[in-house]
Structures are given as C-alpha cells and as structure tokens.
C-alpha cells in the first residue's frame, strides 16, 4: 500500500524536485501541497515542469493541512521547521529538508542562523559510518545541506582512513538553483550566464560548520574547513574540488584503495576509473554521486572532487533515499543513478 | 518477462537517451549494444552519465550480435538502417530511430538525402490521426525526426478542423544535442554559447518534406512550408513556432475548441491554459509536450508554438512510446511526463 | 573640444551600455549620472564592469543636475522622458532611449502604452531612407526600439525594392537583458539557462507598431506584421528570421541585388556573402549588424534574418551613433564593427 | 606614424582576440595575417566577428611573409616560435603568445613540453616587480599564460609582503576558450553548457611550473603550488580561487594593507572595495584584472581571488600591453578597463 506523502514548501525549487522524484516513486502517493504567499495557486504556474500535478492548488501550510500523512516532507526557509514539526505527531515521518536539524552543536547554530537551536535529528547522508542505521526505522531527518553532501562524500574516506591533516581546503561551484527563487540582481539570467564568481569566502558560508562536523567525526578529531563557494552558470549541479595535505607515508595507491574501499557497496557513489573526472552534467536530474581522488605527490596533497546535482542527491533525493530506509523500502526506490545528458 | 532489447549505435546521443529510458522502464532487460569506431569501448567512458551500464563494452554492428532480442532499436547514420534491418526477423520488432523509412514519396527520399529510398514504415507519432492503430502489433517503426514532431503535434489540428490556410510559416529553436557528436567547429562550446544562428535557411532542411508530408495529410490538400531551424545556447530543446493565415471565419474562441479537442485525451500533449506559454526547460528529459496556440486578429493569423526535448519526445521517448504501442504495453510505461527543472 | 554628456538612468542595462561605449568615445567627456532609487550609491556596486566610473556616484534625476551638458542621454522608464525634455534648454542634444518619442500615431501610442501621446523626434536609425537628413543638426533623438532595429533593416530593402507582400511573419529571440533589470521570477538565471520560451505572442509585444511604422515607410502601402519574441538563454543578442511572400517575377539574383544596392555604403552593415549566415556572437558589444537574405522558392517566400547586439546597436550603440550625426562628428566615432567573439 | 603589425596564427581565439584588440589601437596597422591548414581562406569565414576585416585573405607562415613588419605577433602551437623568431631581425619586435619562452628551467620546460629549451624573454606581465623594466625597449616579449596571469597577480603581494607559507592552494574556472578550437568531444557545446568539470588535477597542468616560478620570486623562496584547473560553462573568463596559511601574526588589516599597496597604481588591476567580490563577467573583454582578498582566521588562511579574460588580459591583452612598453607607448594604448556586460 502506497506511503502517503504531503510536501510543505511546495512552490520552491527543493519541493519542485522532490515532486518530480515522487511522482517516479512506485510507493509514494502526493497528498497535500502546501506554500506561505503560494497559497491558492495552481502548481502549474508555479512549477510548469510538474505537468502531472499541473490542476493541484497549494493550501496554507498548516498543521490540519499536513495532517493525515505517512510522511511530511519540509522544504521551508530554516528556523520554520521546529515549529511545524511539534503539531506532527510521533508516528509520522518528518524529513526536514531545511537546515534546522543538521548541527550538533547549538553554538554553531546560534552563531551561524542567529536563532534558538531546534535540536538534531538523524542525518540523511546514509554513506557516512553509522548513519543507515540512525536513520533505519527513524520519525525523523535532517536532510544535509547541498554543500556538505558534496565535501563530505569527497573528503570523508581520506579521513576516516587517517591519509589528510585536518585542515581542508574546498573550492566548489554551484549551479544558481542552490540560491532558491528568492528575486535578487546578482541571480538574474543576465547577470549569471557567462560569469563566475565566489560569496560568502573566509568561512562565512552556513554550511562550514555542518562539513567541520562531517569530517571531524570522520577524522576523529577537529578539522579545519576554508571553505569557498562559487557561484557557476548553470542551473544545477555542484563541483567540490578539495584538498588536503597528506599524511606522512601516503601513497597514491594507498589513496585509491581507502576510496574504493569506502565506496564498494554505496548504490550512488561512483568511484570513477582512474584518468577519468567527474562532471556535474553526467550526474543531471540523478541520484548519483561521482569521486575521482588523485595524489599530488609534488604539492604534498591529497585531492578529491565530487559532482552531484544540488537539487537531488544534495536535497529532494537524498530526502527520498533517507525515507526509503527509515520506512524499510529498498534504499534505491523511485531513484536513479543515471544522469540526464548531454 | 522482460522484453529484451538491443540499441545499435549507442554511442551516439540518440543512443545515450535511449538507453537512460530503458534504465527506467519497468519491462526491458537490455541486451547487446554495438557501435562502429567505438567498439570495444567501455559505455562508461562514451556516456559518462549512464552510471549502471558503466562497465558494458561496445560491440560491432552485426546480425549476430543483435540476433537474439525481442527489440532493435536502430540509431544509426541514415542510409544504414535498410541494410540491418534486413537481416533481423520479422518478428523482431525494429525501431528506427533514423530517417531512412519515414518519408512516403521516394522522390522526396532522393531530392533530399541523394540515395535510393528503402520504404516506409508506421510512422511513431501516435499523436497523429490514425497512428496509434498503425503502430498497435507492428514489427516496425520509423520514428519521426525532432523537428517534425514538435511541428506536427503544433499545426496538425488547425489543418485537420480547416483553420488554417495550406502555408506554414515555422521558425524553430533547437538545442545544440539535435546536431548530434560530430565533431564541427561551429558545435564547439565557445561558439554556441551566447549565440544564435539559423542553419540549412530556404527550404533545405532535411526535415521539411517531413512537415509537409505530416500536415498535408492532416489539411487534405498539399501544405506548403516555410522552414527555418536556429542554433540555440542550450543542449536540449526544441521551440517551434509556426503560423498560418487564418481561413475566413475563424475565432480565437473556434482555434482554441480545435485544439482542446485534438488534445483531450494524450498522455504527453499539454495544450497550456490560456496565457501560460511553452518553455523547453519544462519539458527537459521528459516525454511531455508543451502546446499554446492563438490568434493574431490584426494579422490574421493561427500562431501555434510547441516545445519538446528534441532527444526525448523528439527522439528516443518517442521511440519507446510506440515500441509500448506495438507490444501492447500500456502507452507511458516507463515514460514521465515531468521535466527536469530549473 | 569634448562634449559633455549626462546619462540619465545610469543604473540599468541602457545606461550601463552606454556608458561603456561613451568611454570609449574620443569626443565625449562623461558629466553627471543620475538615478532613481539608486541616487546616492557608487556606480562601481551598480555597474561593477565600469572599472573606470568605480567611484562615481548617482545624483538624482532632476533639471539641475542634468543642467550644463551638451547632451543629456535618457534611459528612462517609457512615459517618463517628456517631463525631463522640457527641462532641457532647446540648444542641449537630448537622446531618448526610450519609446515615447518614438511613433508617429497617437492612437498606437495610446493602445499600447495607455498614456498620452508626447511627441515624434526624429528617428535614430541612419539607415533608414531619409533617416540620416532628418538626425543631421538635430536637437531631439529617438532611439529605436531594439527588435524593431533588427526587424527594420532585414526587411526595408525588400519592402523599398517592392519584392515582398505587405504582410511580415517575425520570430526573433532575444537575450534576457532586453528584459533589462527588473527582478521578475521567469528571468532568473535558474529558469532561463536551458530553455527558450515566447512571450507576448499573438501581436502584443510595443515593439509592433514601430516595426509596422517603418516596414510601410518603406513599403509606401500599410504592412501588417506578425511577431513572436522569444526569450534565449544568452545575456545579449537579437537574431530575427522575417519572412513574407516574394510578389510575382521575384528572383534570387534579384534579392540579393536589392540588399547588396541598400547595404552598399553603409558602415555597420554586412550583408553577408552567400552561404554565411548571422550569428549573434558575431556583433556581440558592436554596433554591426549582420544581414543574409534568401528567396525560398518552394515556399515563394524572401526571407531575411538580421544579427544584432541589443544593448549596442539595438539600444545604445544606435544612441551615440545617432548622436555622432547630430552633432556632425564622423558618424563611426568611439563604434566599433567588431564584435567581442567567442 | 602607425607601427605595422603581422599575426601568425590569426585564425585562432588568441589570434582573433588580438586582431580585435588591435583594430582598435590608434597606433597599429594591420599588416600580414598568417595561417597553416586555413592558409588562403578568407579571414571573414573563419573570425565572423571581425568584421572590418573581412575580407582579409589568410597567407602561409612564412618569413617571407612577416618580414617588412615593425612588430610580428605569434599566437602558434608550443614549439613553434623559436624557428619562426629566428628569420626575424632583431630590430623587430617579436611577441609570443604561446609558451616557449616563458620558462627559466630548461629542465622545467622539458618536463613539462617534452622538446628543447628554446630560451627565455622578458615576460609581459608588467604588473610583477621588475617586469616593466625588463619590457621597456625590449625586441622579444613571451607573453604569460592565461592560468598564471590571474594566479600571480592574486598571490604575489602576499608572497612579496610575507604574508602567506609557501605552499599555495589554487582552483581556477576557465572558459571554454582557454581550450581553443581544437575539435575534441568534451569542447562540443551540448558537453560543455550545464557542466562544471575539471581537468588536469594533481599537478599535471603545463602552467603550474610558469606559477611556481613567479610565486617563488615573489617570496624569495621556493613556493609549492597544488593547482586545480576546471572547465566552466562559458566561453570567456578565469576566476582563480587562491589560497595559502597565513604566515604567524597576519592580521585583516595588513593583508588588505599589502595589496592595496601593490596594486595602489596598476592601471588595470583593481582591488575590490571590501566586501565586493570578482566576476568573469566584470571584466568580460577588457584588460582589467579584478582582486579580492580576505584573511579567514578560522582557517588560518590568507583567500586571493582574481577574475580576467583568458583571452585579453590573459593572452592577446597582455600582448598589446606589453608591445606598448616595449614600443614607449603609453602603456593602456588601445586597451581597455571596461568590461562588456551583462
């Protein structure tokens, strides 16, 4: 018997692709839809690409409108979360795809959002140690922001294998659906086609310290994050090119055996073949992640990249593969590991 | 049981899409894939994005290796697809996602592509007056060339309620994934971004006796058109806006009940609601397409636009939504009717 | 002696451009910049690609700041340049880039913009027959619409040469700054890259009744027109495809001859050799346009498609050249032909 | 009295970027333009964007052909200018604009190329110290790779002024132009747009030993260099994303006091005010350089991000600023700081 599934946000790019992935999904049926000034707008206004939903209307998001669901997925602006989630009962799953219940540490949240911390949730990134079996049979997740998603799946094997210092450098490029449907200059199409151009450099970015948590753990004792984010002109997608000096000893095959090793079960995560790099088109639309990891034996450095698309596996997927096995499905139901290209 | 199909040339766009589809359909194994100068390759390294299948090798285009399935989908050069298909079964079921069958006059055949015509087979653009029972049971198919769909599916129901006079006017935009691998330097990416250019202007195109073999059946009386494809900075899409003078009589209230009508009952064409126009990222990786149509009073004339994925719908979708029709399988199996966007 | 010029508007897309080519100009000395809601800010945080204007600061849009200049450039909201004009002494060049000044009719004023009708200045397309007597000495410019500079120069001479009926098909796309720089949701980048979509279909577009304005000049009988804009993914860029039916006794040699005759002097102008089409990569940041024409004889149709920077040729390259006639300086100073490519 | 001017290897990006930059010196005539397999073609089917210079005939490479010239320009394949320069007289000023003559190693040059050492020039970076003095008068310029030109200019303060350990961190987006128009599959356009992709990692890129060499004299001490380069979906533009420890005891302030101090009279280098950050597009077709540089305390990192055109600044405006020098020009002849945006 289908799941049934109401999606809070609805009218954003998040909840967009996370109905495109449940409209794929053999046991989910859509129930409720729900957006703040949306409300009362046809979904085909607003998400055109959503020709099967096109007639439904969003209804404000309200605790009786999200009543009555399996799942309750949330895709609001962070700090709304918590409050939602409280009228949700205890039997229902709620899959957070904001950032209200990522971070360990309230100080790095009140730092970083300015805010109360809500608290934290089981996180929906299964590739990490331990996390499919938080997340297995869960009430709740906090689904990882795009970023961290990206940085953690490239860097965590060198540092669970101990081959990196703790002190990483990240230089990644984001299609400009990560910034949302907010209206702002610098996101128009004339501003961005044909130009790129970082923000939030020196560790300002809100996803420093959830990638710091990732890695520390993975490590097993604190990393340094120098994070810069850079906005590409694409609509999807994201490249972490990330580094870290080496361990006294490394050696490459030393490298490339610690990454295979990680990732010989992972459904999604594709270890690419040596000489060949990942690149964000052939990861388009799919739940799929591609590594590639390389010695520099010259600079002293151990260099891993990933592409994945923001929007799925850095969001609305990896939402979808974390309810997968929180209600027992098959891990890669209703998702796909291939690429929409070119 | 699994219908198990082979792709000949799945080295190629066409073939790349293909094969992501078949990935998601529910009742295809898929067997032997060939290629020409690439056999022997692995898929991986051709078609970086098509993940499951990264480890398949390539092999040559012979009635040997595609002996043995229940489907051939043949994406080959035009010319080629006579010579294999001959040697396949009658009752194997050929899909030929080429040129070769698709025209009815041999003269046709020779004035545009200079060799001797091989026939014609059920034309898969189910859409079309009679198709659907053309296609129901037969072992092959010719499917229609990107640009005729998107223009069919937009003109043929103002020809077939006699709204429009027999002379089509068609500007259309395509995506740079519609010219195929080959390797020209107008194709490179520092030309086509930020540029957009005709090609092929003044009734050379390839694809017009298609058009006006598709609308003259429609209209009843021969269709004469005007034929002008553009290069646009995109990798998928097409943009067909074709137009007509308007026979007397004819309201905007009449066009609009024309194509409500021809449109009713399709799984894939979205006549849009009056005031919301087609956009090609709406319909990006799916099978959907998207139709406006209105009438200019002050020039006197129908304008109707559609917008497709020139490799999806207009290519290898529509080669699995009639391969559906001519096994019996419902319509949209494996088929989405959702496009990947933003 | 430099002239000095004011730029009123100096915030957006026009002004922007102009300021660029006005840097450019030998003979031009940039006076006071002005703005609305921007008055007060750094040019450098507004128009961070003027390196050179970096420190200037907005001023308001008022008489006495504009006072003092030779030529004062408005790059207003339409309905906006009349009431600044008659602030301006009649001894001060005053170059409209807007469209108030732009028709002759009152009543296609009224239609379309739904305000009174301020005036008719002459009109800043030196190409036109007629067009560069009426700019020599004058104090009063009317800078074309950017399509109908596109539109007007593929097909006067086919109207001047009488070779086309009086009935024009247009599809022309356009890069997302002719939108200029309001935030509107359809014109983030998100939503633009990828994908091409018409607007104001059906003979809405204002640019309409310029196009028929100048298309029946030429003609001497009145022109009706279709167009169709599009919206392509680029920042810049017209490339319209116009077409009407070729009159009787129409040849290809002819069509070609009356184009090479109308184009034979004129220095931003290339009609290209036969077999080269336009490309809008080609005039990107020039003043040049690019011309080819073809006569369809299967469809009876000539069909003329132009190549045109928007912002540069189509907004205010076609400003400083009309201005370099006004002012009887070498029509070509501070232009270029040349395009910024690839 | 204008200085004559020949390009070898005009049918390239570099050597058409240069031709549009020298249309545009008052100083400069154009003379012969050189091509290999394009020898014999017309300039106007090969550079459409170069209008004015359409009908300009491309001759073979030859000293018969270049001589006679005041300078000589080389925009040909790595290898090739040392036997071209040779027949050239001493009293002509020959710049190149590939890399023969960049390095001081031989050994580096044989690592790196694989052929022999053909020596070194002054290098046309003028913005490195000593640089001017060594290109004032000079008869020979080798003119800095595209990578090094926005590396060393984002570094080198902080090397000079002892900010930053000698270890540097660096990842660069390119646009496709940087590749050239060599037909490979990963350049098509339906590849490139949507795609962000690196290339080259772990040290193996034929610019990291040119950056080693101007960091390491910069900091008066060997400089490791660990350097990313990535493809980006554009045709133009480097940003550089640089990065390396703070040395004990930098603070913001002396970070910022450093490079305003190096860059206080640099014509085409700006440094941001604080808080703006670099753009490709920002400096889209012009000479400018824009830099940002921040101190991340967290990481302990001292963050230099440049944007430049790959193709003037880094290639064909570099070589015009250079000539200048060299010829006693003013050293912004023909040059521009403003940027063709959006």
Redesign the interface.
């Known amino acids: 018997m289908a799941v049934r599934a109401a999606v809070a946000g609805a009218s954003g790019?998040a909840g967009?692709e996370l109905?495109?992935l449940l409209?794929?999904h053999p046991g989910v049926e859509i129930g409720a839809l729900t957006g703040h000034s949306n409300a009362g707008q046809r979904l085909?206004?607003l998400?055109?690409?959503?020709?099967?939903?096109?007639g439904r209307v969003l209804e404000p998001t309200t605790a009786e409108v999200l009543a009555g669901h399996d799942v309750v997925f949330l895709a609001l602006p962070h700090g709304q979360s918590a409050a939602v989630a409280e009228q949700l009962g205890d039997d229902v799953l709620v899959v957070d795809m904001g950032a209200d219940f990522r971070l360990r540490d309230a100080g790095d949240w009140e730092k970083f959002y300015g805010s109360p911390h809500a608290g934290t949730w089981p996180y929906g990134l299964p590739e990490l140690p331990g996390a499919r079996a938080a997340l297995a049979g869960t009430k709740r997740v906090a689904v990882p922001g795009c970023y961290p998603t990206a940085v953690s799946l490239a860097l965590f094997p060198a540092y669970a294998a101990r081959l990196a210092r703790p002190?990483a450098?990240i230089?990644a490029?984001t299609?400009?659906?990560g910034?949302g449907?907010a209206?702002?200059?610098h996101?128009?199409?004339?501003?961005?086609?044909?130009?790129?151009?970082?923000?939030g450099?020196?560790?300002g970015h809100r996803h420093t310290p959830e990638m710091i948590q990732n890695l520390s753990a993975a490590a097993g004792e604190p990393v340094?994050?120098?994070f810069?984010p850079?906005l590409?002109?694409?609509?999807?997608?994201i490249?972490a090119?990330c580094?870290a000096k080496a361990q006294p000893g490394v050696t490459a095959a030393g490298v490339r055996e610690a990454y295979e090793k990680a990732y010989a079960d992972e459904p999604f995560v594709?270890l690419l073949?040596p000489g060949?790099?990942?690149?964000?088109?052939?990861?388009?639309?799919?739940n799929?992640v591609?590594i590639?990891v390389?010695?520099?034996?010259?600079?002293?450095?151990v260099?891993a990249?990933s592409?994945i698309d923001n929007l799925a596996k850095g969001t609305a997927g990896g939402a979808v593969q974390s309810m997968n096995i929180a209600l027992g499905l098959p891990e890669d139901t209703g998702l796909?590991?291939?690429?929409?290209?070119?």
């Open positions: 790019y967009g109905l495109r409209l794929a085909g206004s998400q055109p690409h959503l020709l099967p939903l096109a002190d450098v230089v490029a299609g400009t659906s910034a449907k209206l702002k200059p996101l128009l199409g004339s501003e961005v086609m044909g130009s790129m151009s970082p923000y450099v020196g560790g340094t994050v120098s810069t850079t590409a002109p694409m609509s999807r997608g490249l090119t580094s594709h073949p060949q790099w990942p690149a964000t088109a052939s990861v388009y639309g799919s799929a591609q590639q390389a010695y520099d034996e010259a600079a002293g450095r260099i990249i592409a796909t590991a291939a690429g929409v290209a070119p």
